[in-house]
């Protein structure tokens, strides 16, 4: 790539010096610098220069003063700073390098004083990212990465050794010629053993569909529980409804739509939470509205806390590690679960 090529030719060295040389006010200089970092960068090989050449310094220098800037290259200068500082965190040597260099706290101190100003959100994701990448990464809060369930591959018998042709040595012997006729048997042969091969192999090429047995399922009856009151539920509910359905059937006249239908399905459906809006593609065709509904309205101050959020969680974890995020045994329990989705004096 182009990149690369420019790096073999000491492009990146020339910008290190420049940039090392230049004084901290050219912000109009810097910024042109830091943009053509910022696409050489793209490439491992640049990286290993520019921070060999030790004009990473430089920049996590300019990236921690960025409060000094002129306004009118600020936005844009801290851009390019944040994504050469990205380019370089996309590989292991960089990242062990931005650790060692304090990059982490020159990242943490600019998204704790970052301006609650619209043209910042960008940069402030932006730092967010980086900041994520050069964290490390902790393992699940599980006991076991198995399942719970094991399932076995069901494999056809192979054949026996002797069943198949011995193989055949591709080199002749030394000394003895062989003639067009017995190479043309030795790659009949061969082709021979490869159909043998593909034919003997051992999962099978057509799928056949196999019911579980009632003693198998029954082992798993205790992951399931809550079945149990489901089939009570229904059973008895069928119970009711039964001779009225039949009733209602030799009534009806006239046939029933497909949105009648719909809604008459969506008011038999039980939810666990209070929805504030539900969606029903189906009923209308799969056409949404012509204008922006208010749930879809973005607000930027909670992309905002959001962002806040994760960094203070990984920087304070034991103040998240005991917090129940969701808990489906109250959710079940509790009265919320018997609501419907759509009850039936709200719908029209």
């Excluded at 090392?20 to 912000?27: G, R």
């Excluded at 060999?52 to 936005?75: N, Y």
């Excluded at 369930?149 to 012997?173: H, R």
């Excluded at 205790?222 to 539920?233: G, K, P, Q, T, V």
């Amino acid at each position: 790539s182009n990149q690369m090529l420019l790096g073999k030719e000491g492009c990146v060295c020339t910008m290190a010096t420049l940039l090392n040389s230049i004084p901290k006010t050219h912000w109009a200089k810097l910024k042109f610098i830091m943009e053509v970092l910022a696409h050489l960068t793209k490439v491992k090989s640049n990286v290993v220069r520019l921070i060999r050449e030790t004009g990473f310094q430089r920049i996590l220098a300019t990236l921690d003063i960025w409060e000094k800037i002129e306004w009118r290259h600020q936005v844009k200068l801290v851009k390019t700073l944040l994504v050469s500082i990205s380019h370089v965190c996309d590989s292991k040597q960089g990242r062990k390098a931005v650790l060692n260099q304090g990059g982490v706290e020159v990242i943490q101190r600019f998204i704790q004083t970052c301006p609650a100003d619209k043209k910042f959100d960008n940069l402030l994701a932006s730092a967010t990212n980086v900041f994520l990448k050069c964290c490390s990464k902790g393992e699940l809060p599980v006991s076991s990465l198995k399942g719970a369930i094991k399932f076995q591959i069901n494999y056809k018998d192979l054949p026996d050794a002797t069943t198949l042709s011995c193989d055949m040595s591709k080199d002749g012997i030394p000394g003895v010629e062989m003639d067009s006729s017995e190479e043309e048997a030795d790659d009949e042969l061969e082709e021979d053993d490869d159909e043998i091969e593909w034919k003997n192999i051992g999962i099978t090429n057509e799928y056949s569909a196999q019911c579980a047995q009632v003693d198998e399922l029954l082992k798993l009856e205790y992951l399931f529980l809550e079945l149990r009151e489901r089939e009570r539920e229904v059973s008895q509910s069928s119970m009711e409804t039964v001779p009225s359905a039949s009733r209602d059937i030799s009534t009806k006249s006239v046939q029933e739509t497909r949105q009648e239908k719909y809604l008459r399905a969506s008011d038999s459906t039980r939810s666990l939470l209070q929805f504030i809006k539900v969606a029903y593609p189906d009923l209308v065709g799969g056409q949404g509205p012509t204008y922006l509904e208010p749930l879809y309205d973005k607000d930027r101050k909670v992309c905002r806390n959001k962002a806040m959020s994760t960094v203070e969680r990984l920087l304070h974890p034991e103040n998240y590690m005991e917090r129940v995020v969701y808990d489906l045994d109250y959710l079940i329990e509790s009265d919320q679960s018997k609501k419907l989705i759509t009850p039936s004096n709200t719908t029209t």
